[in-house]
């Protein structure tokens, strides 16, 4: 069964930091086959690409709202993904899917992405 779970959300004040990880499990692949990408949907709004990761970490893409705050990055032997989250704003605040693809257009968009986690929440509030 396919699973890919994320952790490390939680409640934080502007300003503060977070990680978030995701753990990808019972793929018949492993996750090096895969381009992988951190989405994000606040309550009312659709689904966004917030960064995004080519197989071999060669590539990357960053949302312009997160550009110098956020890093993706893998670790394919752990069969983990991270998204380093610095600076937090309260606009940061949803909740925070990992997802992955067999393609890449490097634009990070939903379309793309084939198997999705089942996110964790972000709050930023003072």
């Known amino acids: 069964q396919l699973r890919l779970v994320e952790s490390g959300g939680g409640l934080v004040q502007p300003g503060e930091s977070l990680r978030l990880s995701c753990a990808a499990s019972?793929?018949?692949?492993?996750?090096?086959?895969?381009?992988t990408g951190w989405f994000r949907q606040a309550p009312g709004k659709e689904r966004e690409g917030v960064g995004c990761?080519?197989?071999?970490?060669?590539?990357?893409y960053y949302a312009d709202s997160v550009k110098g705050r956020f890093t993706i990055s893998r670790d394919n032997a752990k069969k983990t993904v991270y998204l380093q989250m610095n600076r937090l704003k309260p606009e940061d605040t949803a909740v925070y899917y990992c997802?992955?693809?067999?393609?890449?257009?490097?634009?990070?968009?939903?379309?793309?992405?084939?198997?999705w986690g089942q996110g964790t929440q972000v709050t930023v509030s003072s």
């Open positions: 997802a992955v693809s067999s393609s890449w257009s490097g634009d990070c968009k939903t379309l793309e992405y084939e198997y």
């Open positions: 019972g793929f018949t692949l492993d996750l090096d086959y895969y381009h």
């Open positions: 990761i080519s197989r071999s970490a060669i590539r990357t």
